[in-house]
């Protein structure tokens, strides 16, 4: 299927915002990464930059849970899974040149305190990822409480252990973390 504007502007935004963050990114830069005529913002986003973020976060979300997904299904065993899943990605920041981590959280940082409509798609994006630990706990036999709130400390865990790598420049942190998952799910 073609790639129309509109998802160009979503692509586009999405990896600038992450990069930049909301304030640094201009919808200039982002017409000029997108490669979309200037027409097509306004056109499919009447409400210009904020409806662009709150669209682009959300296809972020999409796209990061079914990562998440696809990760925890390549084992039974919610902690191995899980485990797995942070290794891999360590695995993959230490090799990748890419600054992709924490898809979202730029954005939710500067825009959470006043902008209701962004703070809502990250909060929904946050969630999603949330529940697919949830679902896999639950699917090990975790009972649905302790496994909503597990949920939250390792989506927390990985964020963290994220940014920390980010800071550090290295994967230690990530590792760390993965390292750790069978004493907080024991």
């Given at each position: 299927?073609?790639?129309?504007s509109?998802?160009?502007?979503?692509?586009?935004?999405?990896?600038?915002?992450?990069?930049?963050?909301?304030?640094g990114?201009?919808?200039?830069?982002?017409?000029?990464?997108?490669?979309?005529?200037?027409?097509?913002?306004?056109y499919?986003?009447?409400?210009?930059?904020?409806?662009?973020?709150?669209?682009s976060?959300?296809?972020?979300?999409?796209?990061?849970?079914?990562?998440?997904?696809?990760?925890?299904d390549?084992?039974?065993?919610?902690?191995?899974?899980?485990?797995?899943?942070?290794?891999?990605?360590a695995?993959?920041?230490?090799?990748?040149?890419?600054?992709?981590?924490?898809?979202?959280?730029?954005?939710?940082?500067?825009?959470?305190?006043?902008?209701?409509?962004?703070?809502?798609?990250?909060?929904?994006g946050?969630?999603?990822?949330?529940?697919?630990?949830?679902?896999?706990?639950?699917?090990?036999?975790?009972?649905?409480?302790?496994?909503?709130?597990?949920?939250?400390?390792?989506?927390?865990?990985i964020?963290?252990?994220?940014?920390?790598?980010?800071t550090?420049?290295?994967?230690?942190?990530?590792?760390?973390?993965?390292?750790?998952?069978?004493?907080?799910?024991?």
């Amino acid at each position: 299927m073609k790639e129309t504007s509109r998802d160009r502007l979503i692509s586009a935004a999405s990896r600038l915002f992450q990069l930049q963050g909301y304030h640094g990114t201009g919808l200039n830069h982002i017409l000029k990464e997108s490669g979309a005529p200037k027409g097509s913002l306004y056109y499919y986003f009447p409400d210009g930059k904020e409806q662009l973020a709150v669209e682009s976060v959300r296809m972020t979300a999409e796209h990061v849970r079914e990562r998440i997904k696809q990760g925890l299904d390549q084992k039974t065993d919610a902690i191995e899974a899980i485990q797995g899943f942070i290794e891999k990605m360590a695995e993959q920041y230490q090799n990748d040149d890419s600054q992709e981590g924490v898809p979202i959280a730029a954005v939710a940082l500067e825009t959470a305190l006043f902008n209701e409509p962004i703070r809502e798609a990250c909060q929904s994006g946050y969630e999603s990822f949330q529940q697919v630990f949830t679902e896999k706990l639950l699917q090990s036999g975790f009972d649905e409480s302790r496994a909503r709130e597990l949920g939250v400390v390792i989506n927390s865990m990985i964020e963290g252990a994220f940014l920390l790598s980010f800071t550090k420049g290295n994967n230690e942190p990530l590792l760390l973390a993965a390292k750790n998952i069978p004493a907080l799910l024991k």
